[in-house]
């Protein structure tokens, strides 16, 4: 992650805090999706969830974060701050709840910025949960029987 990512985070922690929520961990396989978006978003002059050439949103962060068990994303476009795409982001009911939804504890933060294009700078944020670890199961024990 870049400095002005790591401080949209660092924003948005502190926004779950205050609402009693767990922080967000970056996760390198949530980042490398949302950088995937981000970059297809400046590249390709379009702005939009699902990717420019049409496939899904959720495909994409399937294809980088396996298994699942839910996924989100935010995107924005044109904010030149951290402060900006984080009070943007939270001014969207939709956005917000994103950010506030208490079993994420994932996420991926991207920024590519690409002068003359139509927007110069676009975020996507993505948001993950992995099924809970299924315990292994513990060894019977082994009788104790007295060896001679």
Same mark, same amino acid.
């Given at each position: 992650?870049?400095?002005?990512?790591?401080?949209?985070?660092?924003?948005?922690?502190?926004?779950?805090?205050?609402?009693?929520?767990?922080?967000?961990?970056?996760? %390198? &396989?949530? !980042? =490398?999706? #949302?950088?995937?978006?981000?970059?297809?978003?400046?590249?390709?002059?379009?702005?939009?969830?699902d990717d420019c050439d049409g496939g899904r949103w959720?495909?994409?962060?399937?294809?980088?974060? %396996? &298994?699942? !068990? =839910?996924? #989100?994303?935010?995107?924005?476009?044109?904010?030149?701050?951290?402060?900006?795409?984080?009070?943007?982001?939270?001014?969207?009911?939709?956005?917000?709840?994103?950010?506030?939804?208490?079993?994420? &504890?994932?996420?991926?933060?991207?920024?590519?910025?690409?002068?003359?294009?139509?927007?110069?700078?676009?975020?996507?944020?993505?948001?993950?949960?992995?099924?809970?670890?299924?315990?292994?199961?513990?060894?019977?024990?082994?009788?104790?029987?007295?060896?001679?």
């Open positions: 992650m870049s400095d002005l990512e790591r401080k949209v985070l660092a924003q948005i922690n502190q926004i779950r805090a205050q609402h009693g929520l767990s922080v967000l961990e970056p996760d %390198p &396989r949530l !980042q =490398r999706a #949302a950088a995937h978006h981000s970059t297809d978003m400046a590249v390709s002059r379009c702005f939009q969830h959720s495909e994409r962060i399937q294809a980088h974060y %396996p &298994r699942a !068990q =839910r996924i #989100a994303e935010n995107i924005a476009a044109g904010q030149d701050s951290a402060g900006a795409v984080v009070e943007g982001w939270m001014r969207s009911d939709v956005h917000r709840a994103n950010i506030l939804r208490p079993e994420w &504890r994932g996420t991926g933060i991207s920024l590519v910025s690409l002068p003359g294009s139509p927007y110069g700078h676009y975020w996507t944020q993505t948001f993950g949960t992995l099924p809970a670890p299924v315990p292994l199961p513990m060894p019977e024990r082994m009788s104790r029987s007295s060896a001679r």
